[in-house]
């Protein structure tokens, strides 16, 4: 499986933006996407999550409420649409792949297999 994140860019405070991930290869029922990101100097934290079958989702503290995961199983596409984006959103976002992860797991990075290569959102006046 390989993924292509894009779509990140420079975004004022309040602004929105939506994420992309294009996964090629064959994803199976059982995978879960997610996007995680990291900021300068921190380390990579989780931001939401997806099953492949059946559409469940799942979303850090920070990102409920204003993030939402969805996914295109047609054109093995997920994105994550951003709303009201505050300076510490500020990040390197990557798109990730695993199957089979229970849900406790989903919330480490270190847990997922397939990743892409990330796109910069920077969120600044």
């Known amino acids: 499986v390989q993924l292509q994140a894009s779509g990140g860019g420079l975004v004022q405070p309040g602004g929105s933006l939506t994420l992309s991930c294009a996964a090629s290869g064959h994803i199976q029922n059982n995978y879960r996407m997610a996007w995680f990101r990291q900021a300068p100097g921190k380390e990579r934290e989780f931001v939401a999550a997806i099953r492949w079958s059946g559409g469940g989702t799942y979303y850090s503290d920070s990102s409920k409420g204003r993030f939402t995961i969805s996914k295109n199983t047609a054109e093995n596409t997920v994105a994550l649409r951003m709303i009201s984006l505050k300076p510490e959103d500020t990040a390197v976002y990557y798109c990730?792949?695993?199957?089979?992860?229970?849900?406790?797991?989903?919330?480490?990075?270190?847990?997922?297999?397939?990743w892409g290569q990330g796109t910069l959102v920077t969120v600044s006046s």
């Open positions: 990730a792949a695993k199957g089979g992860l229970i849900y406790s797991a989903q919330y480490n990075y270190r847990n997922y297999d397939y």
